[in-house]
């Protein structure tokens, strides 16, 4: 559906900003450890996602329970999903549908193939990556990122504000404790309301619910494979920022060659001003998807 492929463009847009701030500059930037031995964090959303969600810590296993409504341009839906997130895989859980699924860990496919380039490779990929960040949000429309100092809930805070749309991360665990403003035409508010650390998980928290078995997603996880790859091929490429420097024009150029006219009708006009399509669009000419 629509919302789902915006949110899709949103991860990817999330992947590449994290390349832009000195918070990531690891000699890894794919392998970050646990935030917490334990935790767990509750939270609310409002604006086009209406719900809430709790996320459960443990080690190095993650769980998020997240039940969300989802209306955006006329469409709906509701997510009933528990995520389980591993070093190893990631598992899907459909509540609604009673169904399970599990993939690799596409943070973990990153990783690897980060681990096989060369030092002059690795160096090549951190600077093109932020060159993509930049030209990603010319795309897009924004500008400079602004990074200030500062605290919520009695945590210190990195807080971003990109593109209209500010996020509050807790320094030092890579965690986001709220977010708001609009992005593509979707108002993403995100709050915590409790945070608890240093205490215990409940087990079953951090499975997959009784009665339900998760089945193996091969296509899914090999499309996450060759992602990881193309991604590292495209960054590690030393032609990389002159095609870079083409996108814009041959995207423009592209858009005007494909730009239907306008007959005055109301769903030709809603198809040209859906601001999700724009997005993704120009997300995948950045991506050449």
């Known amino acids: 559906m629509r919302f ?35 935790a767990i964090i509750k939270y609310t959303y409002s604006g086009t996602q209406k719900g809430q969600s709790t996320v459960y810590y443990k080690g190095n296993v993650q769980a998020e329970h997240k039940q969300v409504a989802t209306k955006i341009l006329g469409f709906g839906s509701e997510d ?27 943070m973990t496919y990153m990783a690897q193939e980060y681990e096989k380039l060369t030092p002059a490779e690795k160096k090549r990929v951190k600077k093109n990556a932020e060159e993509m960040a930049g030209n990603f949000l010319a795309a897009m429309g924004g500008g400079k990122p602004e990074i200030k100092q500062g605290t919520f809930m009695n945590h210190p805070v990195e807080i971003v504000t990109v593109m209209g749309l500010t996020s509050y991360t807790w320094k030092g665990k890579h965690v986001v404790l709220k977010q708001e403003g609009g992005v593509m035409g979707m108002q993403m508010n995100m709050t915590a309301t409790s945070i608890k650390t240093g205490v215990p998980v409940p087990s079953d928290k951090l499975q997959v619910p009784a009665g339900m ?9 090999q499309q996450q494979k060759d992602m990881a790859k193309r991604v590292m091929d ?22 005007s060659q494909q730009a239907p006219a306008s007959s005055g009708s109301s769903s030709d006009q809603e198809k040209q001003a859906d601001p999700v399509k724009e997005g993704l669009d120009a997300v995948k000419k950045l991506f050449k998807w």
């Not at 990817?12 to 334990?38: E, Q, V």
């Open 213 to 221: 078995k998760a089945v193996f997603n091969q296509e899914a996880d």
């Open 80 to 106: 009933n999903t528990i995520t389980i997130t591993e070093p190893q895989r990631i598992t899907t859980v459909d509540l609604g549908k009673k169904e399970a699924y599990y993939t690799g860990n596409s």
């Open 4 to 38: 789902d492929r915006a949110c899709l463009a949103l991860a990817a847009m999330a992947l590449i900003l994290t390349w832009a701030f000195p918070a990531f500059a690891a000699d890894n930037p794919f392998k970050l450890a646990p935030p917490f031995k334990s």
């Open 234 to 255: 495209m960054l590690k490429d030393p032609d990389f920022g002159k095609k870079q420097g083409q996108m814009p024009a041959q995207a423009s150029q592209e858009q």
